[in-house]
């Protein structure tokens, strides 16, 4: 089955304890990002992957890293998490971004975070 | 730059009457567009998409939307709402603007369907 997978679903962690989500897609997507979601703010971007070893900012990059190494994985990482980034997370992937075909995104089922 | 706004943070409907979710958008080129849905603690599914083909397009769960460059609009709609169908749903706009940022999302639409 197609899909996009995000571990842990939830995840309670104190402030300043490193922590990575993990983000894994199976059809072969070049382009990999992430998303966080607020109330009231909609869905954000936080970093995004055009292919492997090519990595860019999105709107919301500080506080985050992430890495490419390979094509399928995605991680999104939080070097000292504070209680800001308290937040629902969603990894996303497509064939390509743009407009026209196969720019369509395919979204995990979230992160939920919650930093004390 | 693109941008897109929902025209509704709630939209409240009885169940079997119909849905319209609006959606307008801002682009100095041709987009691609899409509506997502959310439903309570889940991730996003595509809902349908426009691509610069048909300007009207069927979703999944007998969802439609028009694509009307014009106005530029790209409204959701339902003949007939289920209970099913409450959920939050996002109008979503790609474009290539310098690489950077590949989907612009609308702040959402929450749709209650009462009985």
């Known amino acids: 089955e197609a899909q996009v997978t995000q571990n842990p679903r939830y995840l309670i962690t104190v402030t300043g304890k490193k922590l990575t989500v993990t983000c894994s897609q199976n059809?072969?997507?070049?382009?990999m990002s992430w998303y966080r979601q607020d109330p009231g703010l909609g869905l954000r971007q936080i970093y995004y992957?055009?292919?492997?070893?090519?990595?860019d900012k999105g709107d919301v990059p500080e506080g985050y890293k992430v890495s490419r190494k390979e094509k399928r994985n995605f991680p999104l990482i939080l070097e000292s998490p504070s209680p800001n980034q308290t937040s629902l997370y969603f990894c996303a992937s497509s064939f390509r971004q743009g407009a026209g075909l196969g720019t369509e995104a395919f979204f995990g089922q979230g992160t939920r975070l919650t930093v004390v | 730059a693109q941008s897109v706004t929902q025209l509704d943070s709630h939209v409240s409907v009885s169940e079997g009457t119909p849905v319209l979710l609006r959606c307008n958008y801002s682009s100095s080129y041709s987009p691609s567009l899409f509506w997502y849905v959310q439903h309570p603690n889940k991730g996003l599914q595509l809902l349908l998409k426009?691509?610069?083909?048909?300007?009207l397009v069927k979703g999944i769960n007998g969802f439609e939307a028009e694509f009307k460059k014009s106005e530029t609009s790209f409204h959701l709609t339902k003949p007939s709402a289920h209970m099913s169908d409450a959920a939050e749903y996002f109008c979503?706009?790609?474009?290539?603007?310098?690489?950077?940022?590949?989907?612009?999302f609308g702040s959402g639409t929450r749709l209650q369907v009462q009985p």
């Open positions: 426009y691509t610069s083909a048909a300007t």
């Open positions: 059809m072969n997507h070049e382009y």
């Open positions: 992957s055009m292919n492997v070893e090519v990595t």
């Open positions: 979503v706009v790609s474009l290539m603007d310098t690489g950077r940022r590949a989907l612009t």
